[in-house]
């Protein structure tokens, strides 16, 4: 089992920045490492991904909504995965969920991902 937790929302004025951490205990029932992958959900919307990290930190993926403006990184030394987010709209407002998944099998669709954070809420002002 692997559990999530996120932190770091927090309301923000358009162009600003924030930086959300997810903090991993335990591992995937494989007994090995895991893809992490961040999404988002705004009311009314569906889930969608915003970006996924491998295990080893070397492939990183971005949807075309954030690219240039987030970036993910992760710390397995201390089991934490962040993004950094810059350059925030009033679009990215939404919750931001973290989610988990055996390492090498990190996609762009949630289904993929077994574990998941109870999210953290994003507000961008105009």
């Known amino acids: 089992q692997v559990q999530l937790v996120e932190s770091g929302g927090g309301l923000v004025q358009a162009g600003g920045s924030l930086r959300l951490s997810c903090a991993a205990s335990g591992r995937p029932d494989s007994g090995y490492g895991y893809d992490v992958g961040w999404f988002r959900q705004a009311p009314g919307n569906q889930r969608e991904f915003v970006s996924r990290?491998?295990?080893?930190?070397?492939?990183?993926y971005y949807s075309n909504s954030v690219l240039g403006r987030f970036t993910i990184s992760r710390d397995n030394g201390v089991n934490e995965i962040y993004l950094q987010m810059n350059s925030l709209k009033p679009e990215d407002t939404a919750v931001y969920y973290c989610a988990a998944t055996y390492a090498g099998r990190g996609t762009d669709q949630d289904y993929d991902y077994p574990y998941w954070g109870q999210g953290t809420q994003v507000t961008v002002s105009s």
């Open positions: 990290i491998s295990w080893g930190g070397d492939f990183r």
